[in-house]
């Protein structure tokens, strides 16, 4: 995708590209785009929110308060934010406070500190639980195989009833047998939530299911530092 071509046209083009994976894999459903913001510069998100662009991604708690707390704060009510990087147990009550949606449930420590944050801040966050579907070390998420018993901590402890998956597939690997297991997972637990596909393959994770794709560089340009 061309850097210089301006916001509106870049995301009309991966709407229109989403569509057109929707088509191929006979799905009437539509999938959402998220706009991961992360260190794109505020005119980018400004011409992002002129172009009509209503749900965004955000890795950091603290980048996202500044953005959407204090910049673009005219704006928050009528935005979906939602948090796609790891998220510290001592950031929990912010990023409770901030998000609609946190995507990266990724641990029984972290569980228990949202339910605390909730009860203080008032309000709870709609959950998707991070799959390791590569099952890396590095990585954040639950193992596949320990997805149903985690599922059932969550409800029999905590009263959390995640409203679905997510994943970031292993970089060196070929996405689509890892956008495959976790709609496979989903599915088997009658979640209704598929986020996965970023700007290198959204349209495979679109065709294998997903409801959410969040991409960043395609839709605002490259990112100068990550
Ligand atoms: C940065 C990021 C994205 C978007 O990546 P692009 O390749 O720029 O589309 C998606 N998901 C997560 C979790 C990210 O950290």
Known sequence: MSDDLPIAEKRASILERMAGAAKRAGRADRPVLVAVSKVQPDVRIKDM???????FGENRVQ???????????????????RLIGPLQTNKTEDAV??????????????AKALVKAAEKVGRMPRLLVQVNTGQEDQKAGIAPQDVEAFLALLKAEYDIIPEGLM????????????????K????????KT???GMSGDFETAIEL?????RVGSALFGARDYD
């Open 184 to 191: 496979k997972l989903a599915d088997e637990h009658g979640l």
């Open 194 to 196: 598929v986020s996965m």
């Open 49 to 55: 929110l002129a172009a009509g662009q209503k749900t």
């Open 97 to 110: 406070r901030l998000f609609d949606v946190i995507e990266t449930l990724d641990r029984e420590k972290l």
């Open 209 to 213: 299911g997903a409801t959410h794709v």
């Open 167 to 182: 994943c970031i597939p292993p970089v060196d690997e070929a996405a689509s047998p890892h956008f495959w297991l976790l």
């Open 63 to 81: 980048e996202a308060q500044k953005r959407w707390g204090e910049t673009f704060a005219a704006h928050r009510d009528e935005i979906e934010l």
